[in-house]
């Protein structure tokens, strides 16, 4: 069966200091992959994906950037955390083709940038 | 950007109490997607319906969509205490991007 880990569960980061955080998916193959940032009581709000190795696709031009340097695994990183960067991240996954519809989440990592 | 809002933002019921939830978006689909979270944890993908399908039922769970109008809904029935969560409707955006909506947070009280 599939799985999705994401790490750390928490994080306390000062502003200024860089930041990654890492996310693998075991069990599939070739997945499309996501990070998710959710600020309290929002939506989410997405923030890159990517269809294959070293393939990224950025959604809101930011302090963050994203790397796959494996087929199943996706880094979030940043050089100088901002503030603004607080939030709830989400790494999620689905197949790709047809078949490949439903995302699944990791269980996300909660940033605070002090 | 936002593809799909939720309606209402916040709903509190009795437990036994059915709980209904709304969702609009903005461009053509080919499906629509609810998830649900927990406080403090990842989403769970619970129920998807297509374009050409109008009613769909998973469980206590009855998905609607319009597309006439742009809309879905997501019926909770007999309600329990541990559907208390925040529960999103989800979109295609191209072939690859999935886009939340804002969510309902649902509070089922003893």
């Known amino acids: 069966s599939q799985t999705i880990h994401q790490w750390p569960a928490t994080l306390v980061q000062p502003v200024g200091s860089p930041l990654s955080l890492e996310c693998t998916v075991e069990?599939?193959?070739?997945?499309?992959l996501y990070w998710y940032r959710q600020a309290a009581g929002r939506g989410l709000q997405l923030l890159f994906y990517?269809?294959?190795?070293?393939?990224i696709s950025s959604e809101v031009p930011q302090n963050l950037s994203a790397s796959r340097p494996q087929d199943r695994q996706f880094i979030l990183s940043s050089k100088k955390l901002l503030l603004s960067d607080s939030g709830f991240y989400l790494c999620?996954?689905?197949?790709?083709?047809?078949?490949?519809?439903?995302?699944?989440f990791g269980s996300g990592t909660q940033l605070s940038v002090l | 950007s936002q593809q799909g809002e939720e309606d209402p933002q916040a709903l509190s019921i009795q437990e036994g109490e059915n709980a209904t939830m709304n969702c609009s978006y903005k461009?053509?689909?080919?499906?629509l997607q609810w998830y649900r979270q927990n406080s403090g944890r990842g989403l769970v993908h619970l129920i998807l319906?297509?374009?050409?399908?109008r009613e769909k039922h998973s469980g206590r769970l009855r998905v609607t969509l319009d597309t006439s109008k742009k809309s879905s809904s997501l019926l909770i029935t007999a309600s329990r205490a541990a559907d208390t969560a925040s529960y999103f409707c989800?979109?295609?955006?191209?072939?690859?991007?999935?886009?939340f909506g804002q969510g309902t947070r649902l509070t089922i009280n003893p």
């Open positions: 999620a996954w689905r197949s790709q083709g047809a078949r490949g519809e439903k995302l699944f």
């Open positions: 069990g599939t193959s070739n997945p499309n």
């Open positions: 990517s269809v294959g190795i070293g393939q």
């Open positions: 461009t053509s689909i080919n499906n």
């Open positions: 319906i297509r374009s050409n399908e």
């Open positions: 989800a979109t295609v955006e191209g072939a690859q991007k999935l886009v």
